[in-house]
């Protein structure tokens, strides 16, 4: 296996960084205290964020508002949304 060099994450990984105060990083970021707005789209359900600290060119995630550990336990209008935003966010960067 290559091992995959990322100097931006340094600071991330070593710990220089300081934690919040254990917050959810996606309600951090909802209310704008990251460096930069990460936040793509935002629906009544979820939201799409990009990767702070990217392995790739477009790492995205679809988040969803409420806070919840598995998919098993979103609801239908969760499911639905997660699925209907992640279709569109492939189709824009196959589109880019």
């Not at 679809?62 to 609801?75: D, G, K, Q």
Request: charge should be negative; proline fraction near 4%; glycine fraction near 4%.
């Amino acid at each position: 296996m290559e091992r995959l060099w990322s100097p931006w994450r340094l600071s991330y990984v070593t710990g220089a960084v300081e934690a919040s105060s254990g917050e959810c990083v996606f309600c951090a970021a909802q209310d704008d205290r990251t460096p930069t707005s990460l936040i793509l789209a935002r629906a009544k359900a979820c939201f799409v964020i990009l990767n702070l600290y990217p392995y790739n060119n477009g790492h995205l995630m679809v988040v969803p508002n409420r806070h919840i550990a598995a998919l098993a336990e979103a609801s239908g209008e969760e499911l639905a949304e997660l699925m209907i935003m992640a279709q569109r966010a492939e189709i824009a960067l196959t589109e880019a």
